[in-house]
């Protein structure tokens, strides 16, 4: 069962071939450069570059999984794939309509299975990607079978920052999430106000590790308040500008203060997502044998950190992608979902596609519009 996975969901072309969990391929685009310099991802220039790329993405993964292949370009569709998979939200709208019109055009072309996804189900079920037979490396990814459920996912991303309890595959719930920024957002907020550039979560974990957490005092957000189960980052981005113009407008930033302003920052943002995170297990609300954790901000060896020793202090232990390409917005993941959606039969024939539309708030414990 090959499956062709497209994402367009955000500043990110991602096509994929999987098999089953199994990654034939993954091919990224990334528009970050081009959105950089207006400090975050501009929709009407993510949907032009994705149109220009998206060809050509699709043909370096198919090419990419089937280089033995005497076809070219889409042809190669024709005889090795089973069914075309795409993102149709969360994500931003006009971005999204690419990928969806493309893998439109191809299920009708070429009269494969549509299979449509949700966005943060892919990042929850990016641990259970597998790396082609091809690949040596230490950790092949999840098997399925040794995944006792329910297990509780963790998205931590640019747009996501949820906590998911997954009853089993294809029954989720949304137990915490933010109530303003998401995670990643908030880290991208404070690596611009250190002129790290955009996205900058990657550069102000490198500078956290030469500073000091403890250097600065900043609010750590719904403190005593965990019960309530939502996360908040948009007070302590507020207190951040504060602290930055208080420290800047007596000197000049050295290198030192820089590390431990994005080591301080760093610290408190993960330590407010680790204490709702703890509250919850120890609540015993939701019963869970393991932590699923996706999303680009989880690539964060510190937030790894402290995300296991909450787990073991729970008895839990916590489960990440093979490699950390996965957290990052990719269609591998999309891929995977889609195989265990098209194990649920949640998928369309060509002929039932003029319904399906982008959803870009969808949530992944609501179906799709098409299907209540
Ligand atoms: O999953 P992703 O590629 O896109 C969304 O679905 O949003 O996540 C991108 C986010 C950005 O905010 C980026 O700064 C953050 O993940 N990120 C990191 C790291 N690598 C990427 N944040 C902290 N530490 C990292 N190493
Ligand atoms: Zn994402």
Redesign the pocket.
Same mark, same amino acid.
């Given at each position: 069962m090959k499956i062709l996975a497209i994402d367009t969901?955000?500043d990110?072309t991602a096509v994929a071939v999987t098999e089953g969990t199994k990654i034939l391929s993954n091919i990224v685009w990334s528009q970050a450069s081009l959105h950089a310099k207006w400090g975050g991802v501009v929709p009407s220039i993510a949907k032009r570059e994705h149109e220009e790329r998206i060809n050509w993405v699709i043909e370096k993964a198919l090419k990419k999984a089937f280089p033995k292949s005497h076809f070219i370009g889409h042809q190669l569709l024709v005889t090795n794939i089973d069914a075309v998979a795409v993102t149709v939200g969360p994500?931003l709208a006009i971005a999204l309509e690419v990928g969806i019109k493309k893998a439109k055009e191809l299920s009708i072309k070429f009269n494969k299975p549509f299979i449509p996804v949700n966005?943060v189900e892919g &990042?929850l079920l990016s641990p259970l990607a597998r790396p082609g037979i091809s690949k040596q490396i230490n950790n092949s990814g999840l098997n399925i079978k040794n995944l006792d459920f329910p297990v509780l996912g963790v998205? =931590?991303?640019?747009? &996501?920052t949820e906590v998911v309890w997954i009853k089993t595959l294809g029954d989720y719930k949304i137990i915490a999430q933010t109530s303003d920024d998401?995670?990643?957002?908030s880290?991208?907020k404070a690596?611009r106000l250190l002129d790290f550039g955009?996205?900058?979560?990657?550069i102000?974990?490198?500078n956290a590790r030469q500073g000091n957490p403890y250097a600065f005092d900043l609010p750590i957000p719904m403190l005593g308040r965990e019960k309530e189960m939502y996360f908040s980052y948009s007070g302590l981005k507020a207190a951040f500008v504060r602290l930055v113009k208080e420290v800047s407008s007596k000197k000049d930033l050295t290198p030192k203060d820089i590390s431990n302003l994005a080591a301080s920052y760093?610290h408190v943002a993960f330590t407010h997502f680790i204490r709702v995170l703890d509250y919850l297990l120890k609540s015993n609300k939701y019963s869970t044998k393991n932590i699923l954790a996706?999303?680009?901000?989880?690539?964060?060896? =510190?937030?790894r950190k402290m995300l296991r020793q909450v787990a073991k202090k729970n008895n839990l232990k916590v489960l990440v992608p093979y490699s950390?390409r996965l957290? =990052?917005?990719?269609a591998a993941m999309i891929g995977v979902a889609a195989y265990f959606r098209f194990k649920r039969k949640e998928i369309l024939k060509p002929k039932e596609l003029a319904k399906v539309d982008r959803i870009p708030r969808a949530k992944v414990d609501e179906p799709f519009a098409w299907e209540r």
């Open positions: 969901s955000c990110e994500g966005h &990042h998205v =931590t991303s640019g747009g &996501h998401a995670l990643g957002e880290l991208d690596a955009y996205p900058g979560g990657e102000l974990e490198i760093q996706g999303g680009g901000v989880m690539a964060n060896g =510190t937030l950390k957290n =990052t917005d990719n």
